[in-house]
């Protein structure tokens, strides 16, 4: 099923210089990006769109940590996108990600982990219009 789902170079990617290594890596694997910009999110937005995790203890960090800096939102295309872009993406704590995943390569924390992909068909599509209007995305 071709699905779309947003994907985030988080702020320490941005910081880091790793802008083209993560999209090497997309375009590798034969994602399509649908729509991209940089942005730099405020608290407030943050905190929306990682709302599912308000309750968590690492909610205020973790909100801190998103606009800390600029980030690339991207829409991605692809048969399974969901998943493969996830299993690109490797495991929350690098330490536990597989070998040649984008976290165990370049992540240095549990929550500076360079890179954010949505992990449902809801969650795809709730964070993708939380960032991009239908006029921003390439269609097809
Ligand atoms: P993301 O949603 O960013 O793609 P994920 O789905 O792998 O990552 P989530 O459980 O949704 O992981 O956590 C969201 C983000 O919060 C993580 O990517 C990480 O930056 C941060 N985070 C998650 N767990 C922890 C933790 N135990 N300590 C600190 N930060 C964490
Ligand atoms: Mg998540």
Same mark, same amino acid.
């Given at each position: 099923m071709m699905q779309r789902t947003l994907a985030i170079i988080k702020p320490d990617g941005v910081a880091r210089g790793l802008i083209g290594a993560v999209i090497s890596r997309l375009e590798e694997t034969g994602l399509k990006i649908a729509a991209m910009k940089m942005i730099q999110m405020t608290k407030?937005? /943050? @905190?929306?769109?990682? =709302? %599912?995790? /308000? @309750? =968590?203890?690492?909610? #205020?960090? %973790?909100? #801190?940590?998103m606009c800390s800096g600029p980030c690339i939102v991207m829409v991605l295309e692809g048969e399974e996108g969901i998943e493969r872009y996830r299993k690109l993406m490797g495991a929350t704590?690098? =330490?536990?990600? @597989? @070998?040649?995943?984008?976290r165990r390569d370049f992540a240095t924390d549990i929550e500076k982990n360079v890179v954010h992909g949505s992990d449902s068909p809801e969650t795809a599509k709730y964070e993708i219009n939380y960032f991009f209007n239908a006029l921003e995305m390439i269609s097809g």
């Open positions: 407030k937005q /943050a @905190e929306g769109f990682y =709302k %599912v995790h /308000a @309750e =968590k203890p690492f909610f #205020d960090s %973790v909100t #801190d940590f704590n690098y =330490k536990e990600a @597989e @070998e040649g995943t984008i």
